[in-house]
Nanobody, 120 residues
Framework: QVQLVESGGGLVQAGGSLRLSCAAS????????MGWYRQPPGKQRELVAA???????NYPDSVKGRFTISRDNAKNTVYLQMNTLKPEDTAVYYC??????????????WGQGTQVTVSS
């Protein structure tokens, strides 16, 4: 019904930057809240950033000031600009979206994840 595909992950040196993208496709009437989560090796998944359809954002202290979430509603795409990356940012990053379909059902969808590795 709805697919989320992440891209932009990779290997980067500490202090570098990456920009992740997540494009939603399928039966979509409207995408409400979107977010990025990450799961470091051996750890639980955690929220990285969240954004409402209107553009309000929320970040945990671990990334505040370094990461920026944004979205393009016309493209059904959410982005995560990651600056001043640290080795502890290494994780699989997952896109999340609350999608209203044409059938008026709201479901939460997840992408497959994209690996971000920050070397020291």
């Amino acid at each position: 019904q709805v697919q989320l595909v992440e891209s932009g992950g990779g290997l980067v040196q500490a202090g570098g930057s990456l920009r992740l993208s997540c494009a939603a496709s399928g039966t979509i009437f409207r995408i409400n809240n979107m977010g990025w989560y990450r799961q470091p090796p051996g750890k639980q998944r955690e929220l990285v950033a969240a954004i409402t359809r209107g553009g309000s954002t929320n970040y945990p202290d671990s990334v505040k000031g370094r990461f920026t979430i944004s979205r393009d509603n016309a493209k059904n795409t959410v982005y995560l600009q990651m600056n001043t990356l640290k080795p502890e940012d290494t994780a699989v990053y997952y896109c999340n979206a609350f999608v209203l379909t044409t059938g008026q059902a709201i479901n939460t969808y997840w992408g497959q994840g994209t690996q971000v590795t920050v070397s020291s």
